[in-house]
């Protein structure tokens, strides 16, 4: 997950230097693995915001033009360019009030920035000096993405919003730092700007700027456009659909495409940027169809209007997703239909045929929550990893669904010209569970080993959005696992605490000793001895065999390899080349492969010994190695399970 600071800045006041935020959140389990500077390299001096007052036609060039830019230092720089965004406001100035407000980052005459015509990647540096274009002096640049180090992007120079400061360095302006997080499972709710936003708020107690952005619905309902069925409940938990007419496709706002690459992700246009801003906002994924195919689809089975079904593939059904390539299903996975047949692999990816293009005007903006397991599966049987089936393996909340399209729907609204219809479309038969776990003082004495009070558990999960309360006993009708391996002294009051809706993982106590250590932070633990007696000691006479034998070996000069356990038919039958090789049922061959000379298991060690010979004999005249390890012979097994050696 990267996070770009200027964008978590917007969801939560952030107080503290990168380094130790960075430290703060590895140690409470968001593990920071890099700190990617943008544009820590623009020379403020040399490198600032520039506008544009004039463009006129260079005396002996069609093609090129020269530009007058104010940057802030009470004089006006010439720059020859041939960028054709610029060209097209060639003859228009400012004084005369025909050039419209154009901003863009220019580079003086001294400044560095990476070589946008080499072919050498990465790009090399190099020094903008004066030149004479044509016959013209120009000195400095109006930079392109591509120059700057933001992007391949080299066709017009980057223009600025229309109230970037001029004479501002570009570093303080357009600079920013981005977390790169190497999340665990456990931590999904953190695959948005939002979730890490909530951390860092409990973590250092910052105030929390959520968006809270709302659509102007319009008349007529949503409901008499499109109908939603669910008719596998087991694996979709909730489906939620918004209109919005009168779309126009086009480009996203430069802050948003900023945000997106920032993000790891490539602008498209308007309606998909959208939608995968959302996702990276929120946490939810998001997908749009062209809503008017969906109703010519309706319209030649006889029905008014698209009804959306979501249920499970047909067996051996062929569909054809957004990246143009026909993919055989089976029955195990979740499609997005209508009456007329699939449009969609539920939480994969889309259909080729509904897609939004540069004709769409109308789209039926999708939030739903599949299950997890299933979707993980038909990612992974279709071999279609995408951001969304990254999400919904790992759970997304269904409370989330209609916030995540309002929000959506809004922005489309303002940067799209859509006009939202009324209402959201919602289908919700297994409505989320509310999360209700408890704990006591002395379990979690007894788990974090170290002095706390109710009341500090209580103030360390309030923290986190928990709702809690103290109570005598367990409630009747809660959970088993929400009190399980739970101890307490008789008597003692229980703390009931109940998970925000954003937490999914929060299930049994160990859970909210976890989130109490975290917030309470992990280097205040004290470090004790275990106040039990370790367990008997037995001798492992084959374990220590295999020690004995590594000893002897590695005393006679051998080396110990490691070898892989995967090899190839082929490698075997090349052992013994005077008999019949093994028929390849002869081995246990794995159902997905990374390459095919590792798709069996070993039969025998030499195999593995022999090929690592092969590769390792141009680098010295005398091997001398040997291995201990396991072979897998299916013949020996018990049927069930085969023979390991």
């Known amino acids: 997950m990267r996070v770009p600071l200027s964008w978590l800045r917007e969801y939560v006041d952030i107080n503290l230097p990168t380094a130790e935020l960075a430290e703060r959140l590895t140690l409470a389990g968001l593990a920071v693995d890099a700190i990617e500077p943008v544009g820590d390299w623009w020379d403020p001096e040399f490198i600032r915001v520039g506008e544009v007052v004039a463009v006129l036609p260079h005396p002996d060039a069609d093609r090129l033009t020269l530009v007058d830019v104010d940057f802030g230092a009470g004089q006006v720089e010439q720059v020859v360019t041939g960028a054709p ?87 303080d302006y357009l600079g920013d730092e ?75 706002p430069r802050w948003m495409r900023d945000r997106l690459a920032r993000a790891g992700m490539r602008p498209i246009s308007n309606v998909v940027d959208i939608t995968n801003y959302v996702m990276l906002a929120l946490g939810q994924p998001l997908h749009a169809f062209d809503y008017d195919i969906l109703v010519k689809r309706a319209h030649t089975i006889g029905e008014d209007k698209p009804v959306i079904i979501v249920k499970r593939a047909e067996p051996s059904e062929r569909f054809t997703t957004l990246d143009n390539v026909a993919r055989t299903l089976d029955d195990s996975m979740l499609m997005i239909a209508d009456r007329a047949g699939s449009v969609a692999i539920a939480g994969v990816m889309g259909g080729l045929e509904s897609e939004v293009s540069d004709a769409t005007t109308t789209v039926l903006l999708e939030s739903a929550t599949f299950e997890a397991i299933s979707n993980r599966r038909t990612s992974q049987k279709l071999r279609l990893p995408s951001e969304a089936s990254y999400r919904f393996a790992r759970g997304v909340p269904a409370t989330l669904n209609p916030i995540a399209a309002r929000l959506a729907a809004a922005l489309l609204e303002r940067y799209a010209g859509g006009r939202v219809l009324q209402g959201v479309v919602d289908a919700y038969p297994v409505p989320q569970p509310v999360r209700t776990v408890y704990t006591s003082e002395s379990d979690m004495r007894r788990l974090l080993g170290m002095p706390i009070t109710l009341d500090q558990v209580a103030a360390a999960l309030r923290r986190l959005d928990f709702a809690v309360e103290q109570v005598a006993e367990v409630a009747t009708d809660a959970p088993a696992a929400a009190a399980y391996a739970l101890q307490r002294a008789p008597g003692e009051a229980l703390l009931a605490a109940t998970a925000p809706w954003h937490r999914l993982d929060i299930a049994i106590p160990a859970d909210l000793t976890e989130e109490v250590a975290r917030i309470i932070g992990y280097e205040h633990a004290d470090m004790t001895l275990l106040n039990d007696s370790l367990p008997t000691q037995r001798r492992n006479e084959l374990l220590e065999t295999e020690e004995k034998i590594r000893t002897i070996l590695v005393a006679c000069g051998l080396q110990e390899n490691i070898n892989y356990a995967l090899t190839s038919p082929e490698s075997h039958a090349r052992m013994t080349p005077q008999q019949e090789p093994l028929p390849e049922s002869a081995f246990i061959a794995l159902a997905n492969p990374n390459a095919p000379e590792r798709r069996v298991l070993r039969r025998s060690l030499l195999v593995s010994a022999l090929e690592n010979i092969a590769r390792n004999a141009r680098l010295a005249a005398r091997h001398a190695s040997f291995e201990v390890g396991r072979t897998y012979r299916p013949e020996d097994g018990d049927g069930t399970l085969p023979g390991e050696d």
């Open 85 to 171: 965004n610029i060209f097209a406001f060639k003859g228009k100035t400012k004084a005369e009030g025909t050039l419209p407000t154009l901003k863009a980052p220019f580079a003086r005459s001294g400044a560095t920035l990476l070589d946008a015509y080499s072919e050498v990647m990465p790009r090399p540096f190099k020094k903008l000096k004066p030149s004479k274009i044509r016959g013209v002096l120009s000195n400095g640049m109006v930079c392109s993405e591509r120059e700057l180090g933001l992007s391949e992007e080299h066709e017009g120079i980057l223009t600025l919003p229309d109230d970037a400061p001029v004479g501002m360095p570009l570093r």
């Open 178 to 252: 981005i977390l790169v997080l190497d999340l665990t499972p456990d931590m999904a709710r953190c695959l948005s700007i939002a979730g890490v936003a909530r951390e860092v708020a409990a973590l250092t107690g910052a105030a929390l700027h959520l968006p809270e952005l709302a659509p102007t619905e319009t008349a007529p309902p949503a409901a008499e456009r499109v109908g939603v069925e669910i008719a596998d409940p087991d694996l979709c938990h909730r489906y939620t659909g918004m209109v919005i007419e009168g779309i126009k496709v086009g480009p996203s």
